[in-house]
């Protein structure tokens, strides 16, 4: 016989984590919430599905405020993918604790639509692998953070795994570093992460647009320290009536934690809204919502480290050759590999003493890679406008640092640009100007900021003037001596 148990039925058999939002967050009615869901997931049709996800962001308020953005994420996720397990990580807003709680204590959760079996055995596992991970029952009881993404997941996927229900309670660095070190063996291909967060909390809706853009970006970039330094950013600027940045700060540090030093993953911003974008929304006093989906890139050109150390070389000798007027090439073609005689674009960077010495490069790589790079190292020593051309006795102070270009990639969207991933390229009519990667972490810039100084000091533009401009994008291979 089946019995209730606060939130929970039981039988010598299995113990159920009934719905505690049900008819609250999200309709009660099976049928109901099954056409609310596949409604949502319909009009989501902007969105297309990676062909690898390892993880989404999305909220987890009521569905009349936050589901088409919730469904945009879910929408990311190949509806026939085949995960082992889905890993649910959410915010605490019902108990006080200083960890993370995981809830192997059931054999599944249910909501209107089924129930979503636990896997057991991999929340034993973690709660052995660190004392970060303990059960606390009144964190997972009427917690809905993580029950409002399951509907979702029924609906969508063809086939839903177990989960691994993980509410964390601390905002402590040393704590969440604990939490991903243990979580680091199930970042794979064959799981899926969840990371439920809403984002800026309580602030009028013009405040929250602009405090969301930033943190957006932020997750955007994949970079933890930037995620961390604009919370503080936000929290430092007075804005009225602003909470939190993001009530799911920590699920998201850990996942970026999981994300570093990953360079086969990139982050996907899909979408953004605030309640006050709702029906019933109150302008005055919002909460933000984005989408994110995080996938495998597709790497389309690489360099061994002995290849790159050969093109450091080509540079340097390049620059000597030209100082001391030899006439042989500072080169042996018959020695270069298949991937240095690949038409690429690549600039060379010297610098002196850490401060910029000359820069020059070519984008768009008519000639082979290894002349491309010997042709922009002299340009950067004696062509450079910005600079008197290099002398010989500097040579053993500069150092040199090239990046390789991958081909131009044209986009209709700003969103499409990710900051210190992506170089940019602005053209309109005669002007063009162009921003590596790095210039964003080097100067911590916005993306308004990234474009808008693109726009005007490299391009000759307006600050808005890549606004109505041919934009692109490419990624670069950066490599210093």
Known sequence: MIHSVGNACSSSEKKIRMPAVAGAFYPADADTLRETV?????????????KEVQAVIMPHAGYVYSGAIASKAIKAIPADAAYKRIFLLGP???AAFDGASVN???DSYATPLGEVQIDKEACEALLRADTVFTYVPEAHAREHCLEVQLPFLQVHLHNVPSIVPIIIGTQDLSKLKKIAQALQPYFTSENLFVISSDFSHYPSYEDANRVDKAT????????????????ELNARKGVPQLLTSACGQSPIAVLLLLMEGRKDLQVRHLAYCNSGDAVYGDKNRVVGY???SIVKRTETFALTEEEQKQLLQIARKSIDYALTRKTDLPYDSTKISPALQQPCGAFVTLRKGGKLRGC????TGYKPLYQTVSSMARAAAFEDPRFYPVEENEMKDIDIEISVLSPLRKIQSVDELQLGRHGIYIIKGEHRGTFLPQVADETGWTKEEFLGHCARDKAGLTWNGWRDAALYVYETIVFEE
């Open 38 to 50: 596949a409604s949502f997931l319909s009009e989501a049709s902007s969105v297309k599905a990676d």
């Open 92 to 94: 605490s807003h019902r």
């Open 104 to 106: 192997g204590a059931f």
């Open 216 to 231: 957006g970006e932020a997750v955007e970039s994949g970079s933890l320290r930037k995620f961390l330094d604009a919370l």
């Open 290 to 292: 984005h989408a994110f």
């Open 360 to 363: 020059i490069g070519n984008l």
